[in-house]
C-alpha cells in the first residue's frame, strides 16, 4: 500500500468535514433558534441532534458553495435579531389594537437563486419572524408561499415581498457563492424600483 493513500484519505476526511461544518453549526443555530434558548443545554441538545441528522439519517450530501463571509453573517444576524423584535411588537400592537382587523394573506414569492440550501434558509428565516409563516414550497419554481398578518392591500403585499427577496440577499451574501451572488445584483438592478415576484396566491386582507 502506497504511504500516500493514507494521508490523501485523511485530507479528503479533513476537506469534507471543513465544507460541511458551516452546515453542522447551522443545524446547531437553528435547533437553538426553534426552541427560543441560547444556553449550554440548548446546544448540547442541538449538537446531538445534528449528529443524528447527519450520521443516522443520512440524506443526498448538501453542496456548499466554499463561501462564508464573516462580515455578512455578522450583519444577517444582526439584522434578524431586529427583525424578530421589530415583528414581535408588531404583531403585539395588531393583537391591542381593536379599532381595525390586522388582515391576513397568503402570498407568493419567487426566489431568484436555484439552489435548495438557500430556499431552506431563507424560508426558515421569515417563520421565524413574528407576523409570518411558510406554509408551502414549490421547489420546482422556486416558489415560497407565506402566510403573513398585517397585509391590507398590494403595497402592503410588495413590502412582504421585498423582505423576503431582502433576506435572501443577506444569506446569499453570507453564504452564497460568487455565481448566486451575482444572479442577485443582475436580478436587483434588472428589476430597478419594482419588487414584484409573483402572483398574490390568496388573500383575506379584510380591504
Known amino acids: 500500500m502506497s504511504p500516500d493513500l493514507p ?9 469534507t468535514v471543513w465544507r460541511q461544518l458551516p452546515f453542522f453549526v447551522w443545524l446547531i443555530a437553528l435547533w437553538m433558534l426553534l426552541w427560543g434558548q441560547f444556553t449550554w443545554l440548548a446546544f448540547l441538545t442541538g449538537l446531538i441532534a445534528a449528529v443524528i441528522v447527519t450520521r443516522i439519517f443520512r440524506l443526498p450530501p448538501v453542496e456548499l458553495s466554499g463561501r462564508v463571509n464573516l462580515w455578512w453573517g455578522f450583519v444577517f444576524v444582526l439584522e434578524f435579531l431586529v427583525a424578530v423584535v421589530r415583528g414581535s411588537l408588531t404583531v403585539a ?5 381593536f379599532r ?18 438557500i430556499m431552506t ?6 417563520s421565524l419572524i413574528p407576523g409570518s409563516l411558510i406554509v408551502e414550497t414549490d421547489r420546482d419554481r ?3 408561499y407565506l402566510h403573513v398578518v398585517g397585509v391590507r392591500d398590494d403595497a402592503d403585499v410588495e413590502k412582504q415581498r421585498a423582505s423576503v427577496h431582502s433576506w435572501e440577499a443577506r444569506i446569499v451574501r453570507a453564504v452564497g457563492s460568487r455565481a448566486q451572488l451575482r444572479a442577485i445584483r443582475a436580478d ?3 428589476r430597478g ?3 414584484s415576484s409573483g402572483p398574490l396566491k390568496s388573500g383575506g386582507s379584510g380591504r
Open 7 to 15: 494521508r490523501n484519505r485523511l485530507h479528503r476526511a479533513t476537506l
Open 93 to 97: 400592537w395588531q393583537v391591542l389594537d
Open 100 to 117: 381595525r382587523q390586522p388582515g391576513a394573506a397568503i402570498i407568493a414569492v419567487q426566489l431568484r437563486t436555484d439552489d435548495d440550501l
Open 121 to 126: 434558509h431563507t424560508a426558515v428565516t421569515a
Open 142 to 144: 422556486r416558489i415560497v
Open 188 to 190: 436587483a438592478a434588472a
Open 193 to 195: 424600483p419594482s419588487t
